[in-house]
C-alpha cells in the first residue's frame, strides 16, 4: 500500500484523497518529529516564567482572563476536548473524518502547535488502523477552527466517544477499539485539547474532496458537451480559437480546446455544414466557453486556496522557533470558506448549462437536429427520457439555494469574544452536495446525448466524444423501448465519480 509522509512541507490533494479513502498508510519523518520536540521545550518554558498564557494555563474564548493551577492543566485539557464535543446530526462520512484527521496531523507536523510527537503519532495509529472517530456533522462555525467536529475527533483521541472500524458505520466505544487495536489512549498536557480542536482541518478536507470532485464532474461536463453538439447537430464555429483569443480569459480558451479536441474527426459536423438554414445555435451550446471557462476560472481560484490551506498552521497560539508564543487568528475559517462558496456558485453553472442542453436535445423542437420528442423509440407510445429532464431540473432547483454563500452572514459566539465567524463548514456541506446533485445532472445529458447519437448513425462524432460514448454504452445499452431511467442515470454518474472521462 503507498504511503503518505507527514513532513513540515504541505500536503497535496492527491494525498488527501488517499489517505481519505484508505487507499494509502501514513508516517512521520523525522524531521516533524524534531520540529515538535523543538516546539514543545518553547510550551515548557512558557509554563515555568509565572505569566499567563492563552491555552496554557488560561481558560478559552471569554473565560481566557482565567487563570488555571499547574496541578489542573490536564484536566484543563481533558475537559476542554469533552465539553466542545457538542455535534449533532448524522455522522460525517469516514473519508471526511479521515480526510480531517490526515490534515490536523499535518499541520501539528509542522512544529508551531507545541505539542509532542506522541499526539500526532496516535492520530497516524487511528489512520492505518482504520478506527475512524464518529463525528456529528453539525457544530462547527469555522472561526476558532472547527472546534465541534475536531472535539469529537480528538474524545476519541483520549479514549471516550464512539468510532467506526474499516467500512463498517455500526459504531462501538472509542475505549474497547483501542484496546483491540492496541493503542493507547493519550493524556493531554498543557495546550495539547487546544492544538487538537483549533483549526481549520474539516473544512481543509471538505475542500480538498470538493476538489477532487469538481475534477471529475468537470471532465465528464466537457464530454457531455461535446456529445451534445453532434446530438443537435450544431455547428463548431463558435469553438474558433480566435474568439477565445479575444475573450481573453483563459478558462474561456481551454474549454473552446477541450471540447475542439473531443470533437476532432467529427463526420457529423461536416455532414450539414452547407444548406443548413441555422445561422446561430443556442446559447446552452454557443456559449459553452464563456460558462464552463468561467467556472473553469472559479474551480483554479479554489484550487489555489485549497493547496495554500494544506500547507498552513491554523493553531492559536503558535510557538515560534525561538520560543515566542504568538496569539492570532490564524484559525479562522474566511480563507477557505470564502472559495467553497465560489465553487459552490461554479458547480450551479456546470449544471445549469447542462440541464439546458438536456431540454434541447428533449423537446426536439429544431427539425434540422433530426430528433424525435423525448428521444422516443416510438413517440406517443413511449415517454422515452422525457422525465430525466424533470429530474435535473429538481437538481438544479436544489442547487440554486445551495449556492448561496454561507460566509456571508454573521452569528457571534462565546459571550461576544468570537463575533465575526466563516461558517465555512456549512459553505464545505453545502458544496458537497451541490457536486452530488451536479454529477447526476451531467449524467442525464451523457445519457439523452448518447441516445441522441444513435439517430446520426453511421455518422459518426470526434474520437474523444465517441469515447464517452463507449464508456457510456459500457453500462447502459441504447434506449429501444421504455424502461426507468434512474438505473442508467445512477450507473452514468457512478462512472462520473470513478473519473471514467
Known sequence: MPQVTLDTLPLNVADVLAVARAQAKVSIAPKSAQAMASARKGVDAAL?????????NTGFGSLARTRIAGDQLRALQRNLVRSHAAGVGEPLATEVVRGTMLILAASLCRGLSGVRPVVVQTIVAFLNAGLTPVVPEVGSVGASGDLAPLAHIALALIGDGEVFVGDSRKPISAAKALAGAKIESLVLEAKEGLALINGTHLMAARAALAMADFDALFTAALAAAAMSIDACRATDAFLDPRAAAARNHPGVAFVASSIRTLLKGSTIIPSHREDDPRVQDPYSLRCMPQVLGAAHDAAEFVRASVAFELGAVTDNPLVMKNGDLVSAGNFHGMPIAIPLDTLAIAVAHVAGISERRTFLLLAAADPEAHLRPYLS???????????AQYTAAACCNEIIGLANPASVVN???????????SFGPRSAAKVARALELATNVVAIELLCAAQALEYHRPLRSGKGVEKAFAAVRSVVPPLTDDRPPSPDIAAIAGLIRSGAF
Open 48 to 56: 515555568r516564567d509565572g505569566l499567563a498564557h492563552y491555552g496554557l
Open 411 to 421: 452569528l457571534s459566539t462565546s459571550a461576544g469574544m468570537e463575533d465575526y465567524n
Open 377 to 387: 423509440p416510438h413517440p406517443g407510445v413511449c415517454s422515452g427520457l422525457m422525465i
